[in-house]
């Protein structure tokens, strides 16, 4: 039987975390669950694309939207599912039993339990906060989606904008989402540079913001000024 899952990891400038995070992906292919590796890259100026290259990825460009590098990634692929994988985010080991049995059940997505690389109680916190938002529907994109290609296609994809694509493909997929059971161990940079509870209440405003109606790219400009 041939390989089930086409893997897409959206990159822009990732050459520094994008070597572990393919790494943890190469479990599936031991295991034959993974038929093929699409990086879908926002226009890197560093080594992402050789990296990506090197690990035999194919690699697909276009304007940096991280919705629309997912929906070219998902475009170019050929597998009956698919695995979407943030370039910081690392698969813990044995996460290929977790996959193999979500497969069995096409109806739904799936999506990993959120851990960071940094032990403490503000990440404990904040990783906490974000599976019970996922056990109620919400995953964001760092936990990763497992997704059958009909049931991608079904609720339209993901949707070509530059931010909150996780969202909107999370609620469309509402009641058709569950635990994977794994866990998907995602990097603290972010929060490490800004600070957890200002990093923390900064997503929670954005989601606020979008989820009474204000436009992705409005929240894209915002976020890009605070960086």
């Known amino acids: 039987m041939r390989a089930q899952i086409s893997v897409i990891v959206p990159t822009l400038n990732a050459e520094g975390a994008l070597g572990a995070c393919l790494a943890a992906l190469m479990e599936g292919l031991e295991h034959g669950l993974i038929r093929e590796l699409i990086v879908s ?3 890197s100026d560093d ?3 050789a990296t990506a290259q090197a690990w035999g990825a194919l690699v697909v460009h276009g304007a940096a939207s991280r919705g629309g590098q997912l929906r070219r990634g998902a475009a170019a692929a050929q597998g009956d599912w698919l695995l979407v994988v943030h370039a910081d985010t690392v698969l813990a080991k044995g996460w290929t039993d977790a996959v193999h049995k979500h497969l069995e059940d096409p109806s739904k997505a799936g999506w990993f339990t959120l851990a960071f690389d940094q032990r403490g109680l503000a990440a404990g916190i904040v990783a906490g906060w974000a599976n019970m938002r996922s056990a109620l529907g ?3 994109g760092d936990q990763g989606l497992l997704i059958h290609r009909t049931l ?3 609720v339209g994809g993901y ?3 530059p931010l909150m ?3 909107a493909i999370a609620r469309a997929l509402r ?3 569950s635990a994977l059971g794994a866990v998907a161990v995602t990097s603290a940079d972010k929060y490490r540079a800004q600070g957890w509870l200002r990093r923390g209440g900064r997503n929670l405003w954005t989601l606020l ?3 009474v109606g204000t436009s992705p790219h409005a929240l894209a400009r915002s976020y890009r000024r605070e960086k």
Do not use: I, K
């Open 152 to 154: 991608y296609d079904a």
């Open 175 to 177: 009641g058709r989402l």
């Open 165 to 167: 694509e996780d969202v």
């Open 209 to 211: 913001r979008y989820a």
């Open 159 to 161: 949707p070509d904008q």
């Open 138 to 140: 919400l995953p964001y």
């Open 41 to 43: 890259d926002g226009g």
């Open 47 to 49: 080594a992402t694309g």
